[in-house]
């Protein structure tokens, strides 16, 4: 059986985020440019570059950010980091398979919906760019993950953003599935992991 | 559903069997059982006929269409063909794994088999996965695939499900 022993919750793709998700907490650490539009008095504790004069360009996380953005009051006001500008936009609609997603920013598209949350005049564009480079990669993913079986996937699955990583490992288990139910292995029966992890087998026993 | 799920789904189709013991009539929860006489066929579901065979009490007569001249043309038509063709039995894979591992001896030529049936099995996913490719590059709403059996579907179906489920939000940010 392919089931794992527990559920670990997935990250909310989209413009939500799961609280409970380790990938989605993750994300939220990416750092985004921002510019100050007041003043943070006395705050300079707590980091150096930490402005006393509004107009400041510096970088604040992702969780930051969300909490202190605020349309009416101007507090800080957020501009997209380099991967998610005009350039990029461009190179990612005329061919995104070459472009290595890992290098990017790990959670390419998680981040490029979250930042769908602080208006920007070019969020229509950002969300069509997601969707087409996600569609024009999913060619790929979808024949290497349904394909090579017992083979070192390494070389592929390094360019990958973190979501096709995903998607690549549900379609391998798929493949493996089926693999070992025609080899005959699927109705062998093997020790669990968890239990082969608490170390109490004698080693004769887990040594073949 | 794991592919030892669509086995046992699988086992309950009927296959004929000599078997080379008698016993009357068996009245199971399924259905009954007929009459069983030596040296006389008789249609029984895939569980018991494997069952019989591994006690020696039988001898399993292969289906109509597990004979290699009607695969060769059932490969070359689905090879012709660009939807998927009806397929010889809703469980073609599943069986002639059951009864080339168990029952090798009663099957004429059961390698060619084998290849034959891993040719048309390779065949089919490989259009599986071109319709699916172009499903979500058209962005459509709904596929009719028809003539697919549970095993393909089976291997798929996590993975597209997933990449659905990520197309279904990354297009909500549109709105």
């Not at chain 1, 979250?114 to 969020?123: G, I, R, V």
């Not at chain 2, 086992?11 to 016993?23: D, T």
């Not at chain 2, 029984?44 to 695969?71: F, G, H, S, T, Y």
């Amino acid at each position: 059986m392919d089931t794992q022993s527990y559920f670990p919750v997935p990250p909310g793709v989209g413009m939500e985020e799961n609280f409970l998700s380790l990938d989605d907490i993750l994300l939220s650490h990416e750092r985004l440019p921002i510019r100050t539009e007041c003043t943070f008095p006395q705050l300079g504790f707590l980091e150096k570059s930490i402005p006393e004069s509004p107009g400041t360009k510096m970088e604040l996380p992702l969780w930051l950010t969300k909490g202190l953005y605020e349309r009416k009051r101007k507090v800080v006001s957020v501009e997209l980091p380099k991967v998610y500008k005009e350039g990029w936009r461009t190179v990612f609609n005329a061919d995104p398979n070459v472009v290595d997603l890992h290098k990017m920013g790990p959670y390419y598209y998680g981040l490029g919906s979250q930042m769908l949350h602080f208006d920007s005049p070019e969020n229509p564009e950002i969300a069509q760019t997601l969707l087409q480079t996600f569609i024009a990669r999913f060619r790929r993913t979808m024949d290497s993950s349904q394909n090579a079986y017992n083979e070192d996937t390494s070389a592929f699955v390094e360019r990958l953003d973190c979501l096709e990583k995903a998607l690549f490992r549900s379609g391998q288990s798929g493949l493996n599935g089926f693999q070992s139910w025609e080899k005959g292995q699927a109705s062998q029966l093997t020790a669990s992991s968890l239990v082969l992890n608490y170390r109490k087998r004698k080693i004769t026993d887990v040594q073949p | 559903m794991d592919a030892s799920e669509v086995e046992f789904l699988a086992e309950k189709e009927m296959v004929k069997i000599i078997p080379n013991f008698s016993l009357d009539k068996v009245f199971l929860i399924g259905g009954d059982l007929g009459p069983f006489n030596p040296g006389l066929p008789i249609d029984v579901p895939v569980w018991l006929a494997l069952n019989l065979k591994q006690r020696q009490k039988c001898r399993i007569i292969p289906p109509e269409w597990m004979d290699v001249e009607k695969l060769e043309e059932m490969r070359d038509l689905e090879r012709k063909e660009d939807m998927f063709t009806p397929v010889p039995s809703p469980y073609y894979m599943e069986l002639t794994k059951l009864l080339l591992n168990h029952a090798s001896d009663n099957i004429p030529k059961a390698d060619e088999i084998r290849t034959l049936v891993k040719d048309i099995w390779d065949t089919r996913i490989a259009k599986l996965r071109l319709s699916a490719d172009s499903f979500i590059s058209q962005q459509e709403a709904y596929a009719k695939l028809d003539n697919l059996t549970l095993m393909e579907i089976n291997t798929i179906r996590a993975f597209l499900l997933d990449t659905l489920n990520c197309m279904y939000k990354l297009r909500s940010n549109l709105q």
